[in-house]
């Protein structure tokens, strides 16, 4: 009864708000309060830096790998950063190391991939019209977008962008004295930095309140895809760490022009004695991995939530352990914020802290160790599709996997004594976190690319883009860790100064040469993404056979995602291949009174429950005021 | 190594060819692939492509491995050392089980549970003591490497023995700097960051008599066998850190925290080069911190000798005093006549020829 009153009343106002703002083109598509647009600007933006982030990579393995060859074919790009001689400038090494951490971590990572996914799948998935604060959503994406033109700025400095290592660790960072990149380039750095985590706030309080408020009838938090339980999580870990890294980068800020000392203390640089005492570099490293830590947590969830429901639906199968996926995410966002410390094992912290932190970090491995054997239980016995986004998911888990193990090596303080800063670490946290969200955020536009677009992407230049990205990745960071265990140290120009860095110069060598071809791979990708745009294959509404509320929606789905009501949900989003049933899905808005062929006993009881959500607040956006 | 090479790059041309011929169906298919809507695209290569990379790469790990391990340090030189040393292989052994085991089922999986026509899932969401137990397990393992990880890290980072030989190095863009505590009282002298200038470069703090005897060394370190040494580490401008590869040491440089790493290394640089066949050979010591430019070329030799041709050495050196007896002013006259005992032979009066004998000796701080 209420129903259809409710329901005749939507239609007043759905005719009602259709009609009111014809947006122009400024609004539509530039200043967009639509989560969908906001969703694909954060992407572009991302894949742009992606791109640039790649190739600064491949730009310092052409040094490591090759560092006698003359480049000074790369003069028109880099300009007065390759000397006569064609070689690389050091400092400039040390800026593209740092640029290209920086971009890949907070620009691709965070932003690309969080920003992308949680504005696009949040409302889509939970049955909401839109964000909570279309407004702010806007906000954080031109926040981020100047945070970005800022950044890139740098990138063109007589004395470069910043330099000091994606940490910035201070004194080097706060000395403009003690290195070029501290200069005007670290400056522009902290700017940028500050005004992307006003960014990542703006979005992170949108993602929680939309989540907590703007579930549809019946959306309980027992029945939230995995995905959105992944954003969610990831949006409260951004909330809490991002903050202190800004006040650690306003500290530092305050060190490099106020003359404040927090930290600096007895100094002795370019001929003088700095008056700064009682300072400790050693806090700005706390507040950082503060931040730092959680922050890979940030990058990763989002893409173990992503692959999550991407494995469920291409096994064809309900995802294993439901709860225990949201309990070990759980479990990995709270550890995420008390093991920040074995980042400094050996910054001469006190050893007993030391210790705390190897307990606490090592017992991350339990609830990520559950992870990994969930997705390869929802594989066993299913029925699996290699789409593109599956490939790339299987890949995921295969990273996360391999990258975790070592972490297992890394977090031992013991064992990091000899590990800490070798290349040992770079191959670790390359594999599980660098590759391993790089392939959510690839599974993740794959998959959803027809909602996006409504046409679809080149579906075997997919598998071939996997393919050759996922070898590609293995022979670049697999070979690492040998580097590392011959105590390569990180962040070398060349390793020529050294007798126990005279060997793997041939390793390095195919190092890079693999870097190379993954980087040319990825071309594959930036190509079928942008022709499918336009000229893709038209997609029908539920290309993947999908459970989730997205697919529910029309193929371009318009302001309000939805035409007439919000979907209700009557069950959870991973009623794949259920016995019984005819079809290998029953999507989420199905009700059980329409498959008692399939139900299961307990399933048969939530019948009598579904008058009870459907005489539910419609929670609309459109209908309540806001 | 070019065999590893050689291989990899064949391994990576033989799938890049398999992919690229896959290629070609494609161009030829683009249009003709949405005929069959019921059977994926591709789905059987794709699943005999994950197999193929299982075998691949199971071989190319292990082939790979065999080459690199020749150019890994060898054995470690210090007592701590051989412990993290064969602890790290001790977890490295555990973690290979696993990562071949998991990844044998990601990939193994894959193939095996392809879609094929007519076969339905099994709808299969949860079993709580398959869930119990590999919680568990995972536990228990971690348990066993905390602890005996914990009890290593304890012991490399308890306090030193009472009877060290303490040695102070302090990094700076882009060198280190070694201070010896002397051949008399063994102690370092206390040091002063604002006393620093061209030639004190350590700030030595010449109202403190235990710095009389200490000398200055910037090419190397020489330090004896099988007796405990205190690095004491600091840094005088940005972060460094002072890694010691084949003593498994690593520790911090940072400016205005003084830290600390003991270790007893117990080869001597002429054994290690017997044992390595290499006469060449020296123990290095690197940084790990970035610190500007010159950060990757922050070298430092470390000689570990005998006993005997160590107190050689370290007699035969000029304490600073005697390399710039000019600091003698800074010496509080009270402590004038026990500063004289350090000063070049025929105490200067005029700072002429105090400078002259300075520049003498400077060659080897330079």
């Known amino acids: 009864m209420s129903a259809v009153e409710t329901g005749i009343h939507a239609d007043v106002q759905h005719e009602e708000h259709v009609h009111h703002d014809p947006l122009n083109f400024w609004r539509k598509y530039v200043f967009s309060e639509d989560h969908k647009i906001i969703a694909k600007q954060y992407l572009i933006t991302g894949i742009f830096w992606a791109m640039i982030g790649i190739a600064m990579s491949v730009v310092f393995r052409l040094q490591l790998g090759f560092p006698q060859a003359d480049i000074s074919w790369l003069r028109p790009v880099l300009g007065q950063w390759i000397d006569e001689a064609g070689k690389l400038d050091p400092n400039f090494y040390l800026a593209l190391v740092t640029m290209h951490g920086t971009i890949m971590v907070f620009f691709v990572l965070t932003a690309g991939l969080s920003g992308t996914f949680s504005n696009f799948l949040i409302p889509l998935q939970i049955g909401a019209r839109d964000m909570a604060s279309g407004f702010l959503n806007m906000l954080s994406y031109w926040f981020f977008f100047t945070a970005s033109v800022i950044m890139f700025a740098s990138l063109f400095l007589q004395t470069g962008p910043a330099a000091g290592g994606w940490v910035v660790y201070p004194p080097l960072s706060a000395l403009p004295q003690a290195h070029e990149g501290s200069g005007m380039g670290m400056t522009l750095w902290l700017i940028s930095m500050a005004l992307f985590i006003v960014s990542q706030l703006l979005g992170g309080i949108n993602y929680i309140t939309t989540v907590i408020n703007l579930r549809t009838r019946g959306m309980t938090f027992s029945r939230l895809p995995l995905t959105i339980w992944a954003f969610l999580i990831t949006a409260i870990l951004g909330l809490i760490s991002f903050p202190v890294l800004l006040s650690a980068a306003l500290l530092l800020i305050f060190d490099r022009h106020f003359g404040t000392s927090f930290y600096l203390s007895e100094i002795y640089i370019g001929g003088e004695a700095l008056p700064n005492v009682g300072g400790s570099p050693i806090l700005f490293q706390h507040l950082f991995w503060f931040l730092g830590h959680p922050e890979v947590y940030i990058v990763l969830l989002p893409a173990l939530g992503i692959t999550s429901e991407i494995i469920a639906t291409n096994s064809r199968k309900p995802i294993f352990g439901y709860r225990a996926m949201i309990a070990s995410m759980l479990g990995i966002a709270f550890l995420a914020f008390i093991v920040w410390a074995h980042h400094m094992f050996v910054t001469g912290m006190n050893p007993f802290l030391g210790s705390v932190f190897m307990f606490l970090t090592l017992i991350i491995a339990v609830p990520s160790a559950v992870k990994a054997f969930n997705y390869i239980t929802t594989l066993w016995k299913g029925n699996i599709i290699f789409t593109p986004a599956m490939l790339f998911s299987i890949g995921l888990v295969s990273f996360f996997v391999t990258g975790g193990l070592t972490g297992i090596i890394l977090g031992n303080s013991a064992l990091d004594i000899q590990l800490h800063d070798t290349y040992f670490v770079v191959a670790h946290f390359h594999i599980v976190m660098g590759a391993a969200s790089a392939f959510g955020l690839f599974a993740g536009v794959y998959h959803w690319f027809p909602k996006m677009f409504g046409r679809m992407m080149n579906y075997r230049m997919g598998q071939i883009h996997f393919w050759l990205t996922f070898i590609g990745i293995y022979l670049v960071f697999f070979p690492m860790h040998y580097i590392g265990i011959a105590g390569f140290p990180r962040r070398y120009y060349q390793f020529t100064s050294f007798d126990f860095g005279k060997s793997f110069t041939d390793l390095n060598m195919f190092i890079t040469i693999a870097a190379v071809l993954s980087f040319l791979a990825q071309f594959i990708f930036v190509w079928n993404f942008f022709y499918s745009i336009f000229k893709g294959k038209k997609a029908t509404q539920n290309p993947w056979n999908s459970n989730t509320l997205e697919w529910t929606a029309p193929i371009n789905p318009g302001h309000g995602n939805w035409e007439g009501d919000i979907p209700a949900v009557y069950r959870w989003s991973y009623d794949y291949s259920k016995p019984g049933s005819a079809q290998d899905f029953i999507p989420q808005n199905i009700p059980y009174s329409q498959t008692p062929e399939s139900n299961l006993p307990h399933e048969n009881e939530q019948i009598a429950m579904e008058a009870e959500i459907e005489a539910q607040n419609f929670n609309d956006q459109f209908k309540n005021a806001h | ?366």
Request: charged share 20%; glycine share 6%; with cysteine.
């Open chain 2, 1 to 366: 190594m070019t065999y590893i090479v050689g291989i990899l790059i064949v391994v990576f041309l033989g799938l890049t060819i398999l992919v690229v011929s896959r290629l070609q169906n494609v161009l030829k298919g683009v249009d003709a692939g949405s005929e069959d809507s019921s059977k994926p695209e591709g789905n059987s290569w794709n699943a005999w492509m994950f197999m193929a990379f299982l075998v691949l790469s199971f071989v190319g790990f292990i082939w790979s491995y065999y080459s690199a391990e020749k150019d890994f340090l060898p054995e470690a030189s210090s007592i701590h050392g051989r412990r993290t040393d064969d602890l790290f292989w001790f977890s490295m052994a555990i973690l290979t089980i696993a990562f071949f085991i998991v990844n044998f089922l990601i990939f193994y999986f894959s193939w095996k549970y392809q879609y094929k026509k007519g076969n339905k899932a099994t709808f299969y969401p949860e079993n709580h003591k398959l869930e119990l137990i590999w919680t568990v397990i995972p536990a228990i393992v971690m348990a066993l490497l905390v602890f005996t990880g914990w009890k290593a890290w304890s012991d490399i980072t308890s306090d030193a023995p009472k009877d060290s030989e303490v040695f102070e190095i302090m990094g700076k863009q882009f060198g280190w700097y070694v201070r010896y505590p002397g051949v008399d009282n063994n102690k370092l002298g206390n040091y002063n960051y604002k006393l620093i200038d061209s030639q004190n470069e350590m700030g030595l703090d010449l109202s403190d008599e235990n710095s009389f005897d200490d000398f200055i060394s910037v090419s190397e370190l020489h330090v004896p066998v099988d007796k405990p040494v205190l690095l004491k580490i600091r840094a005088r401008d940005v972060l460094h850190s002072v890694f010691i590869p084949h003593m498994r040491v690593k520790m911090d440089a940072v400016p205005g925290m003084p830290t600390k790493f003991w270790f007893i290394p117990d080869k001597t640089t002429a054994e290690m080069r017997a044992e390595l066949g290499n006469s060449s050979f020296d123990y290095e010591i690197a940084c790990t911190e970035v610190c500007g430019r010159g950060h990757f070329a922050m070298r430092l030799r470390l000689i570990v000798e005998d006993e005997a041709s160590y107190r050689k050495w370290c007699a035969e050196q000029k304490t600073f005093l005697e390399t710039y007896p000019e600091y003698l002013a800074k010496v509080p006259d009270n402590l004038k006549p026990k500063a004289m005992k350090y000063m070049p032979e025929a105490a200067p009066s005029d700072s002429t020829t105090a400078q002259t004998t300075g520049i003498g000796t400077t060659a080897s701080f330079r």
